[in-house]
């Protein structure tokens, strides 16, 4: 083990390859990674360990290992955390006149991000897709590796951005390569080779190298076993150490863990130096960029001679300033007296450039404030909103915490830390939120201010959790606004309303109920304002449970109609469109449905929001399955899973539920009704849970298992009947109940579900209230109530439900021993059920066909060419069909266009093709299509 081994941090060296000995299985991995990006595959791993045990050293020995590699490098550096993208910057500069090849959407957000243009601040996984966009453009032409050292201390923009790329590669010849001490939540998961301290043996030699004179051997192990074989440690505690002080041992077991006492040894070397070289050591520390002439500017205006290239083997200087090791600057930073520390910064403040680089200046005046200065303040607010048109909320609200600290005047500090709260609160940053919300109740809070405190805690209760505690909340910040500000306290209410209809049943004291007998007594806006498509959907929503469906049928399909069409703000669409779809189908208006889900996910796609999409894509999951475009569902659904791995948003598969319900695989069903139904619970979402509990009955009843369905659909009955789902539970119950010999519940949940369809024109509903008489009915009755449910649903695109009951029509003609009339009923049912793919309703159709003497073979054929692909694969088959380009379609999906490009390949050898114009052949169009809505 040579003596360089272990040296870290920034400026370590560039000849390390050569000279780095022993790490045999850590080198092995490393060389199989290059070796593998060098052939095309993508590759991430993580180096982990504790400061100095030679993470840096293996990523350098990487570094070196990948010729015909193009590298890109980044470092975080711990002071330059609070600065948005700062490490992005690093490692895209050398990328950015390639911003030309990646779409536009994507150029805008990194140009934004970068301040190359003004513009909104973009979504963060969009600047997460335009980096792998970017990196894919590359790798086109060489393969890449990025390295990113000291990772513990990126930026938060940047380490959710990178952690979004390592969990996208695909396809692209990329290595991405971490180097950190601890793994942060952005990294978190991904595959990670942990450095330990060397073994005994090279242990011994390398502190040997260290060591001008022979150590004797219980001496020797006792250093060896103190350090844990750090080598980094093992270079540097003896350093001017005499063999009687090394005698001694290093003293691991006292107070100062294993980093401390490294630092300890640098700044041994650093006394020793002459008292301006100590300071200028403390320039370069306290400043992040590593720029050697800003370091001189600063030095200049502190009176110390700069003309340096190397001190005393701490600090060299070159194209940058460089530490020998990260431990060195934080060594001689917290080693520092605060009024030397303040001296430094401020001489680094007036030595950065206010145009160019303000944001950094204004850090560094932070740093030189001796207490409460409203001028620092001040330039950290702008500093704060400069980030925030970037995207970088973190960063905004450690400028604003920081201007807080600064603030003398008690009303402007409780304004500064509601505006750090709320950019917390943007940015996921909840505990920091919640420390800047105290601050603001401990301050001078007026009642637009106290609402606005509530507001931001129940913001933050739902971005975490979505779950019980959020509807309550809401709803106090509500009632607080609605004398303050009318318009922003009807936006609370529907807020609140949202947040109690995904907890549902486990809202706990505050709910649907709750929350909408509220909404119905606030003050209304003023009729010069207008009235917005919003309002009208609040004042729906709140009377169904307030004063009931009869009142709030006519608003909730005006305000449907509204958000399908073309009217509606987009800032309305975003925030509520699915809220609008919900009031769509408990008006049973279907086409109302499909367009206000629709629209709500064009509007998301094409804006970048995904958070919204996230819920989006779920809810028109629904509206297709509903419908019986299974291949479309599954396409929508494979969309779901890569919002919700690329965003982490906590939103159950309601897609997926009525998707798997209809089509009824029970190995594919059961699980995922259990698992949902396991975490709602957990969760606080009770809506979820209770369309688990329906999706159960509807599996249940495909099969012909009506006794084991019952209890499923009269859970789901029960929990929240006001909400439609109920409604569908009840066609259910009506059905289980019937078949299963239980008369009078199946003609209780028929009155319940009439109930519900009273108020209602739309065949949808009068459609499944027709069908549940029917059962219910006998002789005539319910010969004649087939006969209107299947009128009904035939002219809707309700193709499941028709297909249903004429299956029921046609068992119940069977049991009339009418086998001829039953025959054709069931063989329409049947041929629906194939051709939609709801395999378990198929089954019974094919066994009650069976049972009027009529010979039925199972259909076995292969699969279509739609069903030989996975659903990811159909939906690029499906948007290249529809024109869309390979980085439109990455766009879509959160892939890179190689990636795309990739999964094509295997598409067409599926389809047995050899162009995307093919595609139109071999996936004919559907009734109707979303995929490029």
């Not at 850590?26 to 030679?54: F, I, P």
């Not at 335009?130 to 590796?145: I, N, R």
């Not at 003309?307 to 300033?321: H, K, T």
């Not at 996975?870 to 879509?892: C, F, K, Y």
Request: aromatic residues 6%; glycine residues 10%; negative net charge.
């Amino acid at each position: 083990m040579a003596a360089t081994d272990g040296l870290g941090g920034q400026g370590a060296g560039r000849r390390r390859r050569a000279r780095l000995l022993g790490r045999e299985h850590e080198r092995a991995v490393l060389d199989r990674l290059v070796v593998e990006v060098r052939g095309g595959a993508s590759r991430v791993l993580v180096v982990r360990g504790e400061a100095g045990v030679g993470k840096t050293a293996l990523l350098d020995y990487a570094t070196e290992s990948a010729t015909e590699l193009r590298v890109l490098r980044a470092i975080g550096v711990e002071s330059e955390m609070e600065l948005a993208f700062a490490a992005l910057h690093q490692l895209c500069l050398p990328l950015l006149d390639r911003m030309d090849g990646i779409p536009e959407p994507q150029r805008r957000a990194l140009a934004t991000v970068f301040g190359l243009s003004p513009g909104p601040a973009p979504d963060r996984f969009m600047v997460g897709l335009a980096v792998l966009s970017l990196l894919s453009d590359l790798t086109g032409k060489e393969p890449a590796l990025v390295v990113v050292d000291d990772a513990q201390w990126l930026d938060t923009a940047t380490a959710q951005t990178l952690g979004f790329v390592a969990r996208r590669l695909g396809a692209d010849a990329v290595g991405l390569l971490f180097g950190a001490r601890e793994v942060g939540i952005e990294l978190h998961g991904l595959p990670e080779l942990e450095v330990d301290g060397l073994p005994d043996e090279e242990a011994r030699a390398l502190l040997g190298s260290a060591v001008e004179f022979l150590l004797d051997e219980p001496i020797r192990d006792r250093l060896v076993a103190e350090t844990g074989g750090n080598p980094l440690a093992l270079l540097e505690l003896p350093r001017g150490l005499t063999a009687t002080q090394l005698a001694d041992g290093f003293g691991l077991h006292g107070g100062r863990g294993l980093s401390g006492r490294i630092e300890q040894s640098f700044l041994r070397q650093a006394e020793a130096l002459p008292a301006p070289t100590r300071q200028l050591l403390l320039v370069a520390a306290a400043e992040p960029v590593g720029d050697p002439v800003l370091v001189r500017r600063a030095a200049d205006r502190l009176g110390i001679d700069a003309a340096f290239a190397e001190i005393d083997g701490l600090l060299s200087l070159g194209e940058r300033v460089a530490f020998r090791h990260p431990l060195v600057r934080s060594a001689l930073y917290g080693s520092a007296s605060a009024a030397e520390r303040r001296a430094v910064h401020l001489a680094l403040a007036e030595a950065t450039d206010s145009v160019s680089d303000p944001d950094r200046r204004a850090w560094h005046l932070a740093a030189a404030a001796t207490g409460p200065d409203e001028e620092v303040a001040v330039e950290l607010e702008r500093s704060a909103d400069r980030a925030q048109a970037r995207g970088g909320f973190a960063a905004a609200a450690a400028f604003l915490q920081r201007a807080v600290a600064l603030t003398r005047d008690p009303a402007r500090r409780t304004g500064r830390a509601l505006a750090g709260a709320h950019a917390s609160v943007q940015a996921g940053a909840f505990r920091t939120a919640w420390a800047l919300l105290a601050t603001a109740e401990a301050g001078q809070l007026d009642d637009l201010g106290r609402a606005r405190v509530d507001l931001l805690r129940a913001e933050a209760a739902f971005a975490q959790h979505r779950g019980r505690d959020a509807p309550a909340l809401l709803l106090r910040a509500a009632q607080a606004l609605e004398s303050l500000d009318v318009r922003l306290g009807r936006d609370t209410y529907l807020d609140a309303w949202s947040a109690a209809l995904f907890a549902g049943r486990l809202a706990g004291a505050v709910g649907l109920r709750e929350v909408s007998v509220a909404a119905t007594t606030a003050p209304r806006p003023q009729p010069s304002n207008g009235q917005r498509s919003s309002d009208i959907l609040l004042d729906g929503l709140a009377l169904v449970f307030a004063e009931g469906r009869d009142r709030a049928v006519p608003l909730l399909k005006q305000a449907a109609t509204a958000f399908g069409g073309p009217d509606v703000t987009t800032e309305e669409v975003l925030r509520w469109g699915w809220l609008a779809t919900a009031a769509a189908a408990t008006a049973w208006d279907f086409e109302s449905c499909v367009a206000a889900a629709t629209r709500q996910v064009v509007t998301a796609r094409s804006a970048g929001a995904l958070a919204v999409l996230a819920v989006g894509v779920n809810v028109l999951g629904q509206v297709v399955a509903l419908a019986g475009d299974f291949a479309e569902a599954d396409s929508l659904r494979a969309e779901a899973d890569a919002v919700r791995e690329a965003t982490g948003a906590h939103v159950l598969p309601y897609g997926a539920l009525v998707l798997s319900a209809l089509r009824g695989r029970v190995d594919e069903a059961f699980p995922l009704i259990d698992d949902t139904i396991a975490r709602a619970t957990a969760e606080g979402q009770g809506t979820a849970a209770q369309y688990a509990r329906w999706s159960k009955s509807v599996v249940l009843n495909a099969l012909g298992r009506h006794d084991e369905a019952l209890p499923w659909a009269s859970l789901a009955a029960e929990d929240t009947p006001e909400l439609f789902v109920s409604s569908w539970a009840l066609s259910e119950q009506v059905e289980a109940a019937a078949r299963s010999g239980r008369g009078p519940e199946a003609a209780a949940a028929l009155k319940r579900l009439q109930d519900n369809t009273t108020e209602t024109d739309e065949p949808w509903g009068r459609g499944l209230e027709a069908r549940a008489r029917a059962l219910v009915e006998q002789e005539a009755g319910a010969e004649r109530a087939y006969g209107e449910a299947i009128e009904l649903l035939s002219g809707t695109r309700l193709h499941p439900d028709l297909a249903r009951t004429h299956l029921l029509y046609g068992e119940w003609l069977r049991r009339q021993s009418r086998r001829v009339d039953a025959r054709e009923q069931l063989r329409t049912a049947y041929e629906l059920f194939t051709s939609i793919g709801m395999e378990g309703f198929a089954d019974r159709a094919r066994r009650e066909l069976q049972a009027t003497g009529e010979s039925v073979r199972r259909r076995t054929a292969g699969l279509s060419a739609g069903e030989r692909l996975t659903p990811q694969e159909r939906q690029i088959a499906l948007l290249v069909r529809d024109g869309l380009s390979n980085p439109e379609v990455g766009m879509r999906l959160f892939l890179s266009p190689r990636t795309v490009e990739w999964h094509l390949r295997k598409i067409f050898d599926k389809l047995s093709i050899t162009s995307r114009r093919q595609l139109r052949d071999a996936l004919p169009e559907a009734e109707y299509e979303t995929a490029t809505g």
